[in-house]
């Protein structure tokens, strides 16, 4: 099946799409947009957040069909070119990358909650990223660097 739909700004078409095929796989295999991170395939991990509509979803349990029509935005979307936006400078001033694999989910939903709490405490950090996994981190770079982004 086709699907057409608004990714970063910009209308997207992909032709051949499987029915049973996953926003994920649409972004990455059909787009190209390989910023989201596939890792469980579950809604487990996080790894794969964007927006759809605005909202911040887990894009490996979103079938392609349903973004028809509809606006994306993945982590690549929220720089401009070359100029990150804050929440991704945090991340790497903070030193909160280390393999970088949960990084893109984690700076997504680290922006959804600064749009939603403008200067979070530590508590609701953890709460608005409980459902991101990284192995590597130990999570208080990424807490340090959700507080910097918000100063910001
Ligand atoms: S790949 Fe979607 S939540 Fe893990
Ligand atoms: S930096 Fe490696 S999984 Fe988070």
């Known amino acids: 099946m086709r699907v057409s739909c608004n990714v ?10 499987e029915p049973s095929a996953s926003l994920l796989h649409l972004l990455r295999d059909d787009l190209g947009l390989m ?3 596939n890792a469980c395939e ?3 991990c996080g790894s794969c957040c964007v927006y759809l509509d605005g909202t911040l979803v887990c ?3 979103v079938l392609a069909g349903q973004a028809e029509g509809r606006e994306v935005t993945t982590v690549e979307g929220l720089s401009e070119g070359e100029n990150l936006d ?3 400078q945090a991340f790497v001033a903070a030193g909160a990358v280390q393999c970088g694999f949960c990084t893109p ?4 939903a680290s922006h959804d909650l600064l749009r939603r709490v403008e200067d979070p405490d530590d508590d609701e950090i953890r709460e608005a990223l409980a459902g991101n996994l990284c192995r590597c981190t130990g999570y208080q770079k990424i807490i340090d660097a959700v507080h ?4 910001r």
């Open 8 to 17: 970063n700004g910009e209308m997207r078409h992909a032709e051949g799409v």
């Open 35 to 37: 910023g989201t991170k």
């Open 42 to 44: 579950q809604g487990e």
């Open 59 to 61: 894009s490996c349990l």
């Open 86 to 88: 804050p929440v991704q």
């Open 105 to 108: 989910g984690l700076v997504m």
């Open 148 to 151: 910097l982004a918000a100063h």
